[in-house]
């Protein structure tokens, strides 16, 4: 029995891209992973607009929370950390692999490019499993 892979998606405010990569790993890999998510400077919130996409699909994003990176220290180390095209507003975590993703932050978009956003994060994590 292989063990769990743990990740950790990073964005700055924890609300829409870093929160949606974590439902896709725990919608994708299932039992084999453990996610997690947080924000180098977190909102607070979980955008309406993130829990309306990932409802579309089945998914209660409603019960996730905006969390800083502090509050996730605690499960690293992490196989790997994935940063949203945060730069240099994410810290260093520890960790086997950091991949960052150029993922255009959605949080103003209207709901059909939003979904496109959602859709491609979606096909990202995807492809993460895969490589882990």
Same mark, same amino acid.
């Given at each position: 029995?292989?063990? @769990?892979?743990?990740? %950790?998606? /990073? +964005? /700055?405010?924890? *609300?829409?891209?870093?929160?949606?990569?974590?439902?896709?790993?725990?919608? $994708?890999?299932?039992?084999?992973?453990?996610?997690? *998510? #947080?924000?180098? @400077?977190?909102?607070?919130?979980?955008?309406?607009?993130?829990?309306?996409?990932?409802?579309?699909?089945?998914?209660? !994003?409603? @019960? $996730?929370?905006?969390?800083?990176?502090?509050?996730?220290?605690?499960? #690293?180390?992490?196989?790997? /950390?994935?940063?949203?095209? +945060?730069?240099?507003? +994410?810290?260093?975590?520890? #960790?086997?692999?950091?991949?960052?993703?150029?993922?255009?932050?959605?949080?103003?978009?209207?709901?059909?490019?939003?979904?496109? /956003?959602?859709?491609?994060?979606?096909?990202?994590?995807?492809? %993460? !499993?895969?490589? %882990?």
């Amino acid at each position: 029995m292989p063990s @769990k892979k743990k990740i %950790l998606f /990073v +964005c /700055v405010e924890n *609300s829409n891209r870093s929160q949606m990569s974590q439902a896709f790993a725990l919608i $994708h890999g299932g039992e084999n992973v453990e996610a997690y *998510s #947080a924000g180098s @400077k977190p909102s607070g919130i979980v955008n309406p607009k993130a829990i309306a996409a990932m409802q579309e699909l089945g998914y209660d !994003l409603s @019960k $996730h929370d905006s969390k800083s990176l502090q509050e996730v220290e605690k499960y #690293a180390p992490f196989d790997v /950390v994935v940063t949203m095209g +945060c730069g240099d507003a +994410c810290p260093w975590m520890p #960790a086997k692999k950091f991949i960052d993703w150029q993922i255009p932050d959605p949080k103003y978009m209207e709901p059909d490019a939003f979904n496109k /956003v959602r859709d491609f994060i979606s096909e990202k994590v995807k492809q %993460l !499993l895969k490589e %882990l």
